[in-house]
């Protein structure tokens, strides 16, 4: 069943063509450049943006696939959650092929996609491995930090979430009050500095650690680091490195914390770990480590490209979904749901 899928949750414009869980395309246009000297997302900039690449993208994706839409089966694409004006052009453009070349269309929360892409395989089926549940699914991007049970397709149920901010948020965040400039996104960039510095130097608190549930939070320490580096002027400038990787191995640690309790909690040993911030190699390796001590498995998104966003997830979780009968049945009714709950299906569907 070959999916044409779309993304336009958040700042990247992108299309991909999947087979079942195999990608043969995955188009991606980033508005970073857009958006840095801003210091985070514009949206309207960045639904302009999206508007103005859209087309193109899917055309692209079509291509390198090898493709025309005739081939296509279905169309796939994000409803929810991210931002509604960027999510709004990728809705309409689904809702046009769709109704135009007579497909069906299946909606996709985004952060589904997330757990999806920690199973996409290359156009040759690599990895080759099976699905066998039940997971538990961290969740960690820019907008969500989440623990999830994942106990059969496309069935979810929300073991902790953040109570304010993300992770990936925070993460943003501190990199500009350490740089006092307006990076964007921030990760990479304290991943960067964080590798040459102690993570020791200083002990930023572990939020939520004391807390028996598996819920996160991340607006404490934020706060807590802008302080710090407000008090702390002399001690900054030659301690970049240091407060970087002080500051990553705070997020790291209250993120890895609160999974190591799950598996315990639920006695599930395979992880899926995915969102923005599983670029971050430490948080990969610490995660690795904790899992394999527990004697389970983990399972990240294999290819760097799937790390962020890009329409391929969606496309390979649409097609699980479709498995199940998830079309929508009137295409008009899709909408953006800025606000999605990946545990909560909002629309009616066919199956
Ligand atoms: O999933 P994603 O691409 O977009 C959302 O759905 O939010 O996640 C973006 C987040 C940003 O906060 C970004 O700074 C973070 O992922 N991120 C990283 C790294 N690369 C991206 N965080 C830590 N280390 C990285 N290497
Ligand atoms: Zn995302």
Redesign the pocket.
Known sequence: MNILAIDT????TSAAVTNGRRILSNEMYSQILIHRKWGGVVPNLAQRAHEERIDMVCEQALKKAGMTINKIDAVAVTYG??LAIALGVGIKKAQELAMHYKKKLIPVN??EG?VYSCFAQNSKGKPEFDIIFPYIAL??????TELLLFTHHAEYKILGETQDD???????KA?RILLKENV?????????LAKKGKPDFVAFPRPMARSKGLDFSYSGIKTAFLYYVQEHPDIIENNLFNLAASF?EA?IDSLTMKLERAIDQYEIKRICV??????????RKKTRSIVKEKGGRCYFPQFKKL???NAAMIGIAAYFKAEKGQYIRNIEELDRKARAKIDKNPFRCCG
Request: aromatic share 4%; proline share 6%; with cysteine.
């Open positions: 949750s958040c700042d990247e959650p991210g985004h952060m997330h969740l960690v991007s820019g907008g969500h993300a992770a990936g948020e925070a993460i943003d990199t964007y996104p921030g990760g990479p960039v304290l991943e960067k990553q997020i995915a969102g923005g911030v599983v670029a971050n190699e430490r948080l790390y962020g966003d």
